[in-house]
């Protein structure tokens, strides 16, 4: 059974860029997404209709905060098993993020990212997401597309 949309996902002050029934707050409240997580993906799923390439230099400075606290013992709160939310919303982490990603109009990097911001373990996994989130950049200030660096370093990265 459907849930009815919320009042406040009906308006939005200061601009139209979240114009969806189930938006970016509502995901991040649903999987449980701690603060620094949610802030990434909330500039990963608008930086194409809000802030263009500053929101994606906005969530590489949260990925490298990430980093930071991994390095200092910091978990990804969020993560469990893609299981059942609760037993009255058997939707999973995997469910939520393609919804939030098809109504925000993600590209399949944007897509990724959320992915994998959703389920990271380790300081490398952040690492690849802020490298990720530096290609989309890189792509979008005028630089030729970057194959995928899956298992390079950063110096033969550019």
Not at 29 to 53: C, F, H, N, S
Not at 103 to 125: K, M, N, P
Request: with cysteine.
């Amino acid at each position: 059974m459907d849930q009815p949309i919320p009042k406040t996902n009906l308006y939005q002050v200061g601009g139209d860029h979240y114009r969806a029934e189930y938006q970016h707050w509502d995901f991040a409240e649903d999987i449980g997404l701690g603060y620094l997580e949610g802030v990434l993906t909330k500039y990963v799923i608008r930086w194409q209709r809000k802030g263009g390439v500053e929101d994606l230099k906005k969530a590489v400075h949260y990925t490298e905060k990430l980093i930071e606290l991994a390095k200092q013992g910091r978990e990804n709160r969020a993560y469990e098993t893609d299981g059942p939310m609760t037993i009255d919303n058997p939707t999973s982490k995997t469910d939520l993020t393609n919804k939030v990603c098809d109504q925000a109009g993600c590209g399949e990097r944007e897509r990724e990212i959320l992915y994998r911001t959703v389920f990271w373990q380790t300081i490398s996994e952040l690492e690849r997401i802020k490298s990720q989130i530096e290609d989309l950049i890189w792509i979008n200030e005028g630089h030729p597309e970057i194959q995928d660096r899956e298992g390079q370093d950063e110096d033969q990265s550019r």
